[in-house]
């Protein structure tokens, strides 16, 4: 039986107590096993990084995850952060460098959440570090305080780009769970929009030029087996992931 695909998936780093240490939520990594059909393989997120072609060399496809932190402005802007905003230096040095390197090698990329604004950042995007703030855009931010089940219940619906990804799956205007606080500000050049919120925020997009890269800002990994909608976006990264395997070993083989 052929080995399935590697997916990479770098950590956070938090404190616990008086040590710092490196996790993954496990909704994801369960997402990848049952909705991609690969097998995830964790990176620490280090100061100073790891190689990233160290990194690459070893996996089939990138995710890129969700998290309590933010991407520190100063990747994107000469803003200050707000008092109070959670930043996780080690990913961004991680996670930032890791997708040009993975786009430039042709590694397959399923960006969520924190990594779907990584995504733009990392290819010359901004954020707003406050969308509830901006006038004319949603608070799409979830209720702490509720179960998790209305936390990631349906939020609102997005319209989605003709003949684009997510398009093909064949629901018109799907409901997605809303959780974020910060959002596309201006779209990298490369990417190409997706989905959009109904107060226009961009809510997912596409690269183009890449073998595949998809980054959404909702969370499709929660209870991927029982949504349609989220379960087609891993199947499809899965599907990109078992290509790159592929891939590898013709030219392993050659």
Known sequence: MARPPLVGVPTDRRPIGSHPFLMVGEKYLRAIVEG??????LWPSLTPALPVEVLLDTVDGLLLTGAVSNIEPHHYSDEPSWEGN???????GTTLP??????????????ICRGFQEV???????LHQKVHAV??????????????????????????APGGLLASFGKAAPWVNSL???????LAKGPVIEATAPD?????????????????QWHPEWRVTEQPFYAG???????????????RHEVAFA
């Open 180 to 186: 974020h606080g910060q959002g596309v500000r201006r």
């Open 120 to 126: 733009n950042v990392a290819l010359g995007g901004t």
């Open 233 to 247: 976006i891993f199947h499809a990264f899965g599907q990109a992931c078992r290509a790159r395997a592929a891939r």
């Open 200 to 216: 226009g925020l961009i809510e997912a997009f596409r690269h183009e030029g890449a073998s595949f890269l998809l980054g959404v």
């Open 86 to 92: 959670p930043h996780d230096a080690a990913r961004d």
């Open 135 to 160: 006038p004319g855009l949603m608070d799409h931010r979830e209720d702490t305080s509720a179960p998790l089940e209305m936390q990631y219940g349906p939020a609102h619906p997005v319209t989605l």
């Open 36 to 41: 991609a059909g690969c097998v995830p393989l």
């Open 98 to 111: 890791l997708v040009r390197a993975a786009l430039a090698a042709g590694v397959p990329i399923l960006a």
